[in-house]
């Protein structure tokens, strides 16, 4: 992927390696693999260095001011769509937008929808607006912690991928390059999850969804929070490896 990308190709396009596999490779080209790669093996993600990642039929720009998306997290934007209407107006908060994978993947497959995507770090929310306006679709980006942005508004569903991971976990090193602030949560990596759960239902519509990503030992714990709370419908979706990735519920 990394040989594409210098050469100025896909990255997927790996048949077109197979049909040039005899062709020299450029000096400028060389120099700047064995840079990529070297980047690559102390650990920095692909989509960092390509500069992209491809998202639920998006193309994201991306660099080290935003999480790299993961696939997993494409479990999340299938539930909420599941649960929009295609064909009315409606309101949807995407909680930690980060690059602006969720908000967009939402925006682009219901168009009807007024999809707001607040973020506490501005660097992450300049990223996600670039995002935007380069794939032409529209959200209302706003700088806040959490629920701050939106004091007194509700939605239809709000939807997040909070840091999960405890402060103690032993993969950590291996996320060195992404931003700590939004992996990071706690002790047993809830404390964000946990201020999100407590605060939704002030600003969900009666009927409204809160669907959260979560970590893959962790979805007991939080249909506990959501159930704790007061939602109904307490339930979890498996990513496609099988694993208990997201949970939600609605609002009584």
């Known amino acids: 992927m990394l040989l594409l990308h210098v050469l100025?190709?896909?990255t997927?396009?790996?048949a077109w390696l197979l049909a040039h596999d005899t062709a020299p490779l450029p000096a400028a080209a060389a120099t700047r693999l064995q840079a990529l790669v070297t980047r690559r093996l102390a650990g920095e993600p692909l989509a960092y260095?390509?500069?992209e990642k491809a998202?639920?039929?998006?193309?994201?720009r991306?660099?080290?001011r935003v999480l790299d998306p993961r696939d997993d997290t494409e479990t999340l934007v299938d539930w909420a769509l599941a649960l929009l209407p295609a064909d009315a107006p409606c309101r949807v908060l995407d909680l930690g937008t980060g690059s602006g994978a969720i908000a967009l993947a939402v925006a682009r497959q219901r168009p009807l929808a007024r999809v707001m995507a607040v973020d506490a770090s501005e660097d992450a929310l300049t990223v996600a607006m670039d995002n935007a306006r380069r794939l032409g679709l529209h959200a209302d980006f706003r700088l806040g912690d959490w629920f701050a942005p939106v004091a007194g508004e509700r939605f239809d569903l709000i939807?997040?991928?909070?840091p999960y991971i405890a402060d103690t976990d032993p993969h950590l090193p291996a996320l060195a390059h992404e931003p700590h602030q939004a992996l990071v949560s706690g002790a047993d990596g809830l404390?964000?999850?946990r201020r999100i759960v407590a605060q939704a239902p002030a600003h969900l519509a009666p009927g409204g969804w809160l669907l959260l990503e979560h970590g893959w030992d962790q979805a007991d714990a939080v249909r506990g929070l959501l159930g704790a709370t007061g939602f109904a419908q307490v339930q979890s979706r498996r990513d496609l490896a099988g694993i208990e990735r997201c949970s939600g519920a609605m609002t009584k």
Not at 55 to 60: Q, W
Not at 159 to 162: D, G, Q
């Open 8 to 10: 100025g190709q896909p």
């Open 12 to 14: 997927h396009a790996r």
């Open 49 to 51: 260095l390509t500069g």
């Open 55 to 60: 998202f639920h039929g998006l193309t994201l």
């Open 62 to 64: 991306v660099d080290a």
């Open 159 to 162: 939807v997040s991928n909070p």
């Open 191 to 193: 404390d964000d999850i």
